[in-house]
């Protein structure tokens, strides 16, 4: 039962990884690139969440009843670090935002072909 | 053989290059230009010569700056071969020096800040890579030398000149970066990279080692020393003013070219291990064929500074084979030939720069006559192509009488018959372009036009070198003797 | 206070970066002179970490006190004092630039660019001390948002070029994260010392060897490696100057540094030479990219692209000491970063120099230039006389390097192929030298009116083309002091 968990949720990872990254290098639309990008970064935020998980274990604040059995306890490194990249995907984010706003004001479309004919080139 | 240490080997290389300095300095004062280049090429042969002495009483003058890499300096050593090349080019550039001034005034020629400037340069990587102690300090003066006279081949800037400057890096740096990987191998193969005369290689190199080693100096220098096939950026090069071809495309950057295998054969890799490989067999006859080739090339020549550039070639050749027949004669005569060649045809190419400026001619069709125009011009002419032929009482006589008994007592004597064909397709070659200036009318008559003195003392005086050193081999500047010690260093149980 | 040295270095480059910010909007000048005396700060920082690194060895700083493994650890050792003086030295040169010309910006629009640009330098320099591989990334993500900022400055299609760098920083920068969560998963550990120590245990478990390439691969996105590199010719193309020689001068040799600590210090040689394929798959895709972008090279027209291409195969001589993972060809790759950054550093602010001042891009039109602007072209032949590699410049001895080290591991085909590249870096560059130097023709009315740089801009031109030659004649003293102790251990 705990491998086929395993396996379920690695495999949603990676199909959500490569989804994030068809939309990132396949579609021709910036928006789409950016959709793309968060769920592939939000893909590796799942696995390193899945990987700080532990059968049977709780919420990473001691608790007296349970002593300070590491094995009793989520992981808590992974969620700090993971915070973290969130924060640095929120303003990859935000700047991809900005740059295809900058991108539409000059090119007045969001679509790469046309950004490109655009271009000149 | 000692070394001492001393600062006269970085003060000749340092001379010219506050003199780049300054006459990029002085660019809008052509006197003042002009003087720098004079006092620089005076104080530097002044500093070449004072070391001659040292070096004939076997005391080395020696210096070593800081590491270039780790354990390996940049370092110079003034021995026998490498002071033979200083004193012959520090001698050259001063009077280059007077007549490239000439020259440039003659044609009002644009840019001459950048044509003085690149000049100094140049002879400063010149001397340096002749008091260079290891093959890297070598290879740094070699590549500067390289870029140095790019500028001035292509100084007219014409499309022709550009085109010229092209195939002349094409060649040169290809050249360049085959001798770079001889060097790092070779370091790979010793651990040193410090010259020493009859080679630094352990004893244990295998054949395939050397053989590759070998070739990989002889087609990296090849280049440089126009061997064919690797010499047609030479000919190119004659888009050149004159006094850079003179200087520099007769002496100073294709007798790097042999002056490195001169390093590679006697004091890299070493002539015993190359007799042993058969590396000698290949070079001699590389050489040879190029030595016929070129002169039979020159022949199809009209074009003066042309028919020069690949008799160059051909006389380069000569030094080449003397090296490759590895005895003491034939070393003798090829250090000497580096030497005499030089004054030879340096005086040419003065005489055909020096017709250029008054006639605007290049043609050797259309020289006749010449000679009743310009008679000291053309005399001095003569005197240099009888000796390029091999005839006494001229400078190359002696060397290339000890080419030919080098090849001779050898056992050699298929190159030592080459040699002589080849003094009769000098002959061939040049002394039409004798009979033509004396012997034939000219077109027009307009009595007697010499060039300026600024570039007919130099004409007399080269032309009086080349008589010098034919008449005594071994005086003021003490070749032969140089040339000799140098030889038994090399021959020191050799041969 | 000397121990606080390893944390002073970025912690100093944003303490000014956010003066230099507030102080912006008030007064533009003011800022740019904090932005530099902030820099400036940070180099004499580097010096000082770095003599003292040599006098008594590598130092460890740990945030709050919390021991390493637990806590944050800055190390500064040999590799690292030599990567923050390139970052912050070369930074420092780039930001004597003006700023209009350097960042394609009016001043009163730009308050906020030096903010940027010391953030850049921060997360350049957090990049290269930090301890742990986690750190690492979110210094190289900060980096990477500066970089995206910084390169939008450049007008429209700038920004088209730094959103595609956007996308493709941001999956190396992922792969990056998903190896280290691999690597973690594995030992439990992200401190780069406490990873050395615990990997032997599990070498030949898969997620360690799949942790291993994929933080390798996106790393090599980000320095551009050949073939990941399709994001910079664009984005140093249309970037503004200075910031297209910080990020082909500086930014993607950090990269590559990293991609060095990884092997050496953080996975052991003996794993990633002696169990998985990495070095030689670096070594050959480098070779091919060498090449490759060369030729790439030569074809272009537009100085800047034609610079652009030349980065991406220079950085692929640094990829190549990587792949021959020798003593002697990884000092050629480390000594490379600092070489290439000094020439192609230059060489993109003479670019940025020429363009604003004559209009001119194309190479075409450089004709007559020397005559013009002596001491600009000067430097330009300087520079590109060390990007073929001719000596005493620097670029000559990461070339020797390189080429001991390939004779050295037997290599012969890289070997050929450094040489083939340096013919082919010599067509592109003496292209530029043989125009610059023609006499002016008629046409070119825009050439025969200008004259000189101004001094202002002039003055890191020649600074960092003559650091090539200095570089140079010392490559001993940086090579014996910084790098090989480093590779000692190989």
């Known amino acids: 039962m705990g491998d086929l968990t395993f396996h379920y949720s690695y495999i949603m990872i990676i199909i959500l990884l490569v989804i994030g990254l068809w939309g990132m290098l396949g579609k021709r639309n910036l928006i789409k690139k950016i959709i793309g990008l968060n769920i592939f970064q939000t893909s590796i935020f799942l696995f390193f969440i899945k990987g700080a998980l532990k059968e049977g274990a709780t919420v990473p604040v001691i608790d007296p009843e349970l002593g300070l059995e590491a094995a009793s306890y989520f992981n808590p490194l992974p969620h700090v670090m993971i915070l973290t990249a969130i924060v640095v995907s929120v303003a990859t984010t935000g700047v991809a935002l900005a740059l295809m706003l900058t991108i539409y004001r000059n090119y007045s479309s969001l679509e790469e072909g046309d950004i490109l004919e655009r271009m000149g080139k | ?495 | 206070m000397i121990e606080h040295l390893p944390a002073l270095i970025p912690i100093t480059l944003i303490l000014f970066a956010f003066i230099a910010g507030v102080l912006g909007v008030m007064q533009f000048k003011l800022s740019r002179n904090v932005a530099m005396l902030g820099a400036l700060a940070a180099f004499v920082l580097s010096v000082t970490g770095t003599i003292q690194v040599l006098q008594t060895g590598p130092m460890h700083y740990s945030f709050g006190s919390w021991p390493p493994p637990y806590g944050i650890e800055f190390v500064l050792d040999t590799l690292s004092a030599f990567m923050v003086l390139v970052i912050t030295g070369i930074g420092s040169i780039l930001l004597m630039f003006p700023t209009k010309p350097g960042f394609m910006i009016d001043e009163q629009k730009g308050a906020t660019v030096y903010t940027v640009v010391l953030m850049l330098m921060a997360g350049l320099c957090g990049m290269v001390l930090a301890g742990d591989l986690f750190n690492l990334y979110v210094f190289l993500e900060i980096s990477s948002l500066s970089t995206f900022a910084l390169i939008s400055l450049g007008g429209g299609k700038a920004a088209v070029a730094s959103f595609r760098y956007l996308i493709m920083a941001s999956i190396g920068g992922c792969f990056y994260l998903l190896g280290v969560g691999f690597i973690y998963f594995s030992v439990g550990s992200v401190n780069m010392a406490d990873v050395l120590q615990l990997l032997p245990a599990v070498y030949d478990s898969p997620s360690v060897i799949g942790g291993a390439i994929l933080m390798v691969t996106g790393l090599c996105v980000k320095m551009a490696l050949f073939p990941l590199h399709t994001w910079l010719p664009d984005s140093d193309t249309y970037a503004p100057p200075v910031v297209a020689a910080f990020s082909a001068a500086v930014q993607i040799e950090v990269s590559a540094y990293v991609i060095i600590r990884l092997i050496l210090n953080v996975f052991s040689p003996e794993f990633i030479i002696g169990l998985t394929p990495i070095t030689d798959i670096i070594a050959w895709i480098s070779a091919a990219g060498i090449i490759i972008a060369s030729i790439l090279a030569v074809a272009q027209q537009n100085f800047r692209r034609m610079l652009a291409y030349s980065s991406v195969a220079q950085i692929a001589y640094v990829g190549l000491g990587i792949g021959l993972a020798n003593p002697l060809g990884i000092v050629g790759g480390i000594f490379h970063i600092m070489a290439h950054s000094l020439m192609k550093g230059s060489l993109f602010l003479i670019a940025g120099g020429i363009r604003h001042h004559t209009g001119i891009w194309n190479i075409n039109d450089f004709q007559g230039l020397g005559r013009r602007m002596p001491w600009t072209i000067g430097a330009f032949t300087i520079a590109a006389m060390g990007m073929i590699g001719i000596p005493p410049t620097a670029g000559f001895f990461s070339k020797w390097y390189l080429l001991l080290g390939s004779i050295e591991g037997d290599q012969w085909v890289f070997v050929a192929v450094i040489l083939i590249s340096s013919l082919l870096n010599a067509v592109y560059f003496f292209r530029i030298i043989e125009k610059a130097f023609s006499p002016p023709a008629e046409s070119t009315a825009s050439v025969n009116k200008t004259g000189e740089l101004p001094k202002r801009m002039l003055a890191p031109i020649l600074i960092l083309a003559i650091g090539t030659l200095i570089v140079g004649a010392l490559n001993v003293l940086v090579v014996n002091e910084l790098i090989m102790p480093v590779v000692e251990g190989l």
């Open chain 2, 1 to 495: 053989m000692s070394g001492f240490s001393s600062f006269l080997p970085i003060a000749a290389i340092i001379v010219s290059l506050i003199a780049f300095v300054l006459i990029i300095l002085f660019d809008k004062k052509p006197n003042a230009r002009e003087a720098v280049t004079i006092i620089a090429a005076i104080s530097k042969f002044g500093i070449v010569f004072s070391m001659v002495g040292y070096v004939l009483d076997g005391r080395y003058p020696q210096m070593r700056l800081f590491s270039l890499s780790p354990g390996i300096d940049l370092a110079l050593r003034v021995d026998e071969a490498g002071i033979i090349f200083a004193l012959l080019a520090s001698l050259l550039w001063i009077v280059t020096s007077f007549y490239s001034i000439g020259y440039m005034r003659g044609l009002s020629e644009t840019r001459q800040t950048r044509f003085f400037a690149s000049f100094a340069l140049c002879l400063s990587s010149t001397i340096g890579l002749a008091f260079s102690a290891n093959l890297l300090t070598f290879y740094l003066f070699y590549e500067i030398l390289t870029i140095a006279t790019y500028p001035l081949v292509t100084h007219k800037g014409t499309p022709e000149s550009i085109k010229a400057g092209r195939k002349y890096l094409a060649y040169l740096l290809t050249g360049g970066v085959i001798l770079l990987v001889a060097i790092v191998y070779t370091y790979q193969i010793s651990g040193t990279l410090d010259f020493k005369p009859g080679g630094i290689l352990p004893a244990g190199a295998s054949f395939a080692e050397l053989a590759v080693l070998f070739s990989l100096f002889l087609v990296g220098f090849g280049f440089k020393a126009a061997i064919i096939p690797l010499h047609s950026w030479l000919p190119s090069a004659m888009v050149a003013p004159t006094p850079v071809s003179a200087l520099l495309h007769a002496v100073a950057v294709v007798k790097a070219g042999v002056f490195g295998l001169v390093r590679a054969t006697g004091f890299v890799i070493g002539p015993e291990v190359l007799a042993d490989i058969g590396a000698g067999g290949v070079m001699a006859i590389l050489a040879s064929v190029t030595i016929v080739i070129a002169s039979l090339l020159a022949f199809r020549q009209d074009n003066l500074k042309l028919r020069l550039a690949y008799s160059t070639v051909a006389h380069l050749s000569y030094i080449v084979l003397g090296l490759a027949l590895f005895s003491d004669y034939a070393w003798n005569g090829a250090l000497l030939h580096i030497v005499n060649h030089g004054v030879m045809k340096i005086t040419l190419f003065f005489c055909a720069g020096a017709i250029y400026v008054k006639t605007h001619l290049t043609n050797i069709s259309d020289l006749d006559g010449i000679g009743r125009k310009m008679p000291l011009t053309m005399s001095a002419f003569t005197i240099a192509t009888m000796g390029l032929a091999g005839m006494p009482p001229v400078a190359g006589f002696v060397s290339k009488f000890l080419l030919v008994e080098g090849a001779f007592a050898d056992g050699r004597a298929v190159f030592g018959v080459v040699l002589l064909i080849s003094g009769l397709l000098n002959a061939g070659y040049f002394f039409p372009i004798v009979y033509r200036a004396f012997f034939k009318s000219p077109s027009d008559n307009t009595g007697k036009n010499e060039a300026p003195a600024l570039m007919l003392i130099p004409i007399m005086v080269t032309a009086g070198l080349s008589l010098l050193f034919g008449l005594f081999p071994d005086g003021i500047f003490h070749f032969f003797n140089l040339a000799q010690n140098a030889v038994s260093q090399l021959a020191g149980g050799i041969w």
